[in-house]
T-cell receptor
Framework: GQQLNQSPQSMFIQEGEDVSMNCTSS?????WLWYKQDPGEGPVLLIA?????ELTSNGRLTAQFGITRKDSFLNISASIPSDVGIYFC??????????FGQGTRLTINP | DTAVSQTPKYLVTQMGNDKSIKCEQN?????MYWYKQDSKKFLKIMFS???????INETVPNRFSPKSPDKAHLNLHINSLELGDSAVYFC????????????FGNGTRLTVT
């Protein structure tokens, strides 16, 4: 079945640093989504990407849909304490199920 | 005015019991889902309904039975609960079955003792 490899699995950074994480797939996707999950809550959509090569920003977050349609990355600039959480990539092709990466756990030292 | 709401938030029960989790969305979406998140935080789809019709049924034990009385509701009933069923269950909805993003509820933490 479809698999998403998300890396890194965890990150420990200092406040103010930039963060980069990525996902790669064995299959082509038409949609890439990036979510953040805080403890005790459900995943919340950060950025949605629908076109190969698309680069989209949401405040300090920037995500790109890879040209090959098999990868995507998420960057966070100038991290702040509230960025702590688990970040998930997810990919979908048409009416097929949305497949999630394993998550990247972000920890920030003040 | 919560978009996707599920109840209860916590559910503690003994092995062998039957329990239900309810989910409602007020977004006017056509498609609803149940996901299971294990202890390693991996999110795996269980079921998907579009306009009350089952469209995705992953390899889930038939002790799990979803029911969609209308397109705004998708409930999950679990029979004969087992220890391995302990997890967080998330309900989600999307505008349609294609490329629209999913909106998640806040989860139900099920603990089977």
């Amino acid at each position: 079945g479809q698999q998403l490899n998300q890396s890194p699995q965890s990150m420990f950074i200092q406040e103010g640093e930039d963060v980069s994480m990525n996902c790669t797939s064995s299959s082509i996707f038409n949609t890439w989504l990036w979510y953040k999950q805080d403890p005790g809550e459900g995943p919340v959509l950060l950025i949605a990407l629908y076109k190969a090569g698309e680069l989209t920003s949401n405040g300090r977050l920037t995500a790109q849909f890879g040209i090959t349609r098999k990868d995507s990355f998420l960057n966070i600039s100038a991290s702040i304490p509230s960025d702590v959480g688990i970040y998930f990539c997810a990919g979908r092709r048409g009416a097929q199920k949305l497949v999630f990466g394993q998550g990247t756990r972000l920890t920030i030292n003040p | 005015d919560t978009a996707v709401s599920q109840t209860p938030k916590y559910l503690v029960t003994q092995m062998g019991n039957d329990k239900s989790i309810k989910c409602e969305q007020n977004l006017g979406h056509d498609t609803m889902y149940w996901y299971k998140q294990d202890s390693k935080k991996f999110l795996k789809i269980m079921f998907s309904y579009n306009n009350k019709e089952l469209i995705i049924n992953e390899t889930v034990p038939n002790r799990f039975s979803p029911k969609s009385p209308d397109k705004a509701h998708l409930n999950l009933h679990i029979n004969s609960l087992e220890l391995g069923d302990s997890a967080v269950y998330f309900c989600a909805s999307s505008q349609d079955v294609y490329n629209s993003p999913l909106h998640f509820g806040n989860g139900t933490r099920l603990t089977v003792t």
